[in-house]
């Protein structure tokens, strides 16, 4: 059975060979490589000539902004493709070894799994380690299900380079709407429609690295001027494919959004307040002004606490204001005393712990996870 491998690119000639020869290298044997190259202006196409087994297609560049780019890329790539299954990546990220053949091997242990993703492990530039995993995914069954059952569509889905299809999904889904649903990007618009049509199957395993390196469009959704935008977006979208499917629209609002986060009903109250009361100063601050803050501070914000501000490392959210509560840098706090921190960033846990450590905080006594013990 082939699988097929479609690459999209666009000036990441950096990254290309790592990316390329990931795939190359795979445990499974029957790939096709297929890369279309948006028209790039740095030395792409040189790179790309160096690899003989691989299919390139080269265009001048589609001109439509980045999301509508990345999806006539994957599409133009998907109509040269012959394999029954498809896996998509992002040319600055890359496969780990057995990627292909678990894939492949989940798809024939459930025939009717039209969709697999997974979550990715984080690289940084030079794809070194972070020990992240991105992004958080609910445990979800039956994904329309849930959607109309809680109206939230958020941390449902995962990136391009963590999918892959049956050929015959992909055939149907084909070709996708240019539309003015300009933060939609090709993952998430193919996620949406296959929760309305089709079965999709999430494991575990980090089977792909994704590398954080300051320029990645899934990484701009941190800043909070473009985030209410993305999840405006995000509902509209959701909503013309739900009327295209025969399928009643949902609504949008910030504290339905917030009471199903991933994060939100995995916190602990109790152990936030007895953490809190051991304390006899009242300088509580929570660590993260995203999602996962966010979703903290609602969970606790009626329990009579005197929490400051945020606490956040992304210079985007620093001096800004998140739910009335100020952002403040790490930098800006650590020569204070009686400072007492709820870590919020689930997967990041030990980073920030480990940072924390290193200012001569001390874990369960100036710090701790909000949330609940496995």
């Known amino acids: 059975m082939i699988a097929s491998v479609l690459i999209n690119n666009y000036n990441y000639a950096t990254y290309l060979t790592e990316c ?15 890369v279309y190259d948006d028209g790039s202006t740095d030395n792409s196409l040189e790179i790309l000539s160096k690899f003989k087994n691989i299919k390139v297609i080269s265009n001048s560049n589609y001109g439509k902004g980045h999301n509508l780019n990345q999806i006539n890329a994957v599409y133009q790539a998907f109509k040269e493709s ?3 299954f498809i896996f998509l990546l992002d040319s600055d990220d890359y496969f780990k070894k057995e990627k292909v053949e678990k894939v492949i091997s989940f798809f024939k242990e459930h025939p009717n799994i039209d969709v697999i993703q997974h979550p990715l492990e984080e690289v940084d530039k030079d794809s070194n380690l972070l020990h992240t995993v991105v992004p958080v995914l ?11 059952e809680t109206e939230s569509i958020y941390h449902l889905f995962s990136m391009t380079s963590a999918l892959a299809f049956r050929r015959e999904y992909l055939k149907k889904a084909f070709p996708l709407d240019e539309d003015d649903f300009s933060y939609m990007c090709v993952d998430t618009r193919l996620m949406i429609v296959a929760a309305l049509q089709t ?14 390196h300051g320029s990645n469009a899934w990484g701009k959704l941190g800043d909070l001027n473009n ?15 739900a009327k295209e499917n025969g399928n009643r629209p949902i609504s949008y609002s910030y504290n339905k959004y917030i009471e199903n986060t991933y994060f939100y009903n995995l916190v602990d109250s109790k152990k936030c307040m ?11 601050y929570i660590w993260g002004a995203g999602e996962a803050g966010q979703s903290v501070y609602h969970a606790l914000k009626d329990k ?6 945020f606490i956040d ?17 790490p930098a800006s706090l650590y020569d204070k005393d009686n400072i007492y921190i709820l870590i919020s960033p689930f997967h990041a846990y030990e980073t920030i712990a480990t940072i924390l450590k290193n200012q001569n905080y001390i874990e369960n006594e100036h710090f701790i996870s909000p949330y609940m013990e496995d």
């Open 313 to 329: 490392s992304d210079e985007r959210k620093q001096n800004c204001l998140v739910m009335d509560k100020e952002v403040f840098s």
């Open 82 to 84: 012959k394999g029954e």
């Open 304 to 309: 009579g606490l005197n929490f400051l501000g």
């Open 138 to 148: 609910k445990k979800v069954q039956n994904y329309k299900e849930y959607i109309y």
């Open 199 to 212: 079965n999709i199957l999430t494991i575990e395993d980090t089977l792909t690295y994704y590398r954080k």
């Open 227 to 241: 985030h209410e935008d993305y999840l405006q977006d995000l509902y509209g979208f959701f909503n013309k494919i």
């Open 20 to 34: 390329i020869q990931s795939v190359l290298d795979q445990s499974y044997s029957d790939i096709e490589i297929i």
């Open 274 to 284: 007895r953490f809190i009361q051991n304390q006899h100063a009242k300088r509580y």
